[in-house]
Structures are given as C-alpha cells and as structure tokens.
C-alpha cells in the first residue's frame, strides 16, 4: 500500500456510514497513528480525553490530538461503550469490547476486521510510519505513538533517506534537462547590394553560436537547400 492508497482508504473510512463506526475507528488508528490490532484491542474508554473543547487519545505517554472527523467516531465509540456498561451492568472499560463480557477484542479478531476493510495490516503500518516528518526526533515519535525508542529510530532514518533521496532525483532531473531554446530578436543592421539598409532578426541556439540562416545572398532557401 503507498501513500495515496493509504489516504484514499482514510478517506472512505472517514466518510462511509455503512460501514460500523468501530471498524472505522480502528482502522483509521491503523492508517494514520500506525497502530497495530493489538494496541488498538487494548484501548480503554479512558484512553480517549476532551479538555478545551479538544478531543485527545493516548497512545502513548504524550496524547495526540485527534481532527474533528476522527474525534467525533472517537467520542461516539466512547458514549457507546459507556451506554452498555450501564445498560449491561458490567465494569468493562474496553473501547472495543470482545465477544465475552468485561473482555477485549482479540488481536486476531481485531486484524479481520480491519482486512474486511480491505486494509493489508504490516503494508499500511509500515506507510503510516514511512509518512512520519523526516524532522521529528524519534523520541517524540516513539512517545507520541507508544511505540519502541528502536523502531521509531529505524523508521526515522529511513523517512529521512527517501526524502533525501527524493532531493537527489529531483535535482538530478533538473540537471540533465538541456537548456529551452531561447530566441533572442537582436536586429543587425545589414546594408543590401542596392544601397538600402534592412534589418535581420537574429536567433541563438541553445549551444550559443548565431544561426544568420543561408549564407549565399539572393538565392531563395528553396535553391540554396537544392544546391547543397
């Protein structure tokens, strides 16, 4: 999955109702915080936090503030697991619940249902972390994302080899185009053999060197073409 994939996939997850609002949930926790099934069973409704009229989740020791489409499944997934526990009299702080009361999805079951979305799960975490600014530390990556110090280095690294080498490619192309050919209208003055002054534009190639067109005067360029 590439990058654009990856977003047109975020975007059907980010506007199609028919599809569960959990499932959409998870799988744009996948696609846009690189989060894996695991991580995603284990969230808790307390995981997810409004302060100042912004809507956060933490996945790791620094909550990440989620934009308005995003927070609004969020805060929605939240109100219904809250309405089940009361209506179900279960303490389950889980925000995607299992098939067995008080316990979590599985990891197993959460990966199929976000491959039911048509999400490869290790193509699209490793393009979530690819997309990572090349400029962030790694250790605000690793803690912003809950994930280990050595990975969020590694992904680091590599996120600033492809720009740099994106750089690289387009500098290159720009290098080796050959430069457009000008025409520069520099008007000589030319004196006829009948004594009248005319004036010739002038054209430069791209190699520098003047073309004054044919060099036998009074032939036509038809004739002088034939001639040679």
């Not at 969230?43 to 790791?60: F, K, N, P, Q, S």
């Not at 990966?111 to 039911?116: A, D, I, Q, S, W």
């Not at 044919?214 to 004739?223: D, E, I, M, W, Y």
Request: glycine residues 8%; aromatic residues 6%; proline residues 8%.
């Amino acid at each position: 999955m590439d990058d654009e994939a990856r977003w047109t996939t975020a975007r059907r997850l980010l506007h199609d109702d028919t599809l569960k609002p959990e499932s959409r949930l998870a799988g744009l926790l996948l696609l846009l915080y690189a989060q894996w099934p695991a991580a995603i069973s284990r969230l808790t409704v307390d995981h997810i936090e409004e302060t100042g009229g912004a809507v956060r989740i933490r996945l790791g020791a620094v909550p990440v503030e989620l934009p308005a489409p995003v927070a609004e499944l969020a805060f929605h997934q939240v109100a219904v697991r809250r309405s089940h526990t009361v209506l179900g009299r279960t303490d389950s702080p889980w925000l995607f619940s299992g098939g067995q009361p008080g316990r979590p999805i599985s990891a197993w079951a959460m990966g199929e249902r976000l491959r039911k979305l048509g999400i490869r799960l290790a193509e699209a975490r490793s393009t979530a972390l690819s997309g990572s600014p090349p400029n962030c530390p790694a250790a605000v990556l690793a803690r912003t994302l809950g994930i280990d110090i050595t990975v969020a280095v590694t992904w680091q690294r590599a996120a600033a080899e492809d720009w740099a080498a994106y750089a690289a490619e387009v500098s290159r192309r720009t290098s080796s185009q050959p430069p457009i050919y000008e025409q520069e209208h520099r008007h000589e003055t030319r004196r006829s053999p009948r004594g009248h002054y005319r004036s010739r534009p002038r054209f430069r190639t791209h190699l520098g060197h003047p073309s004054r067109g044919p060099r036998r005067r009074g032939l036509p360029l038809r004739a002088h073409s034939r001639r040679r």
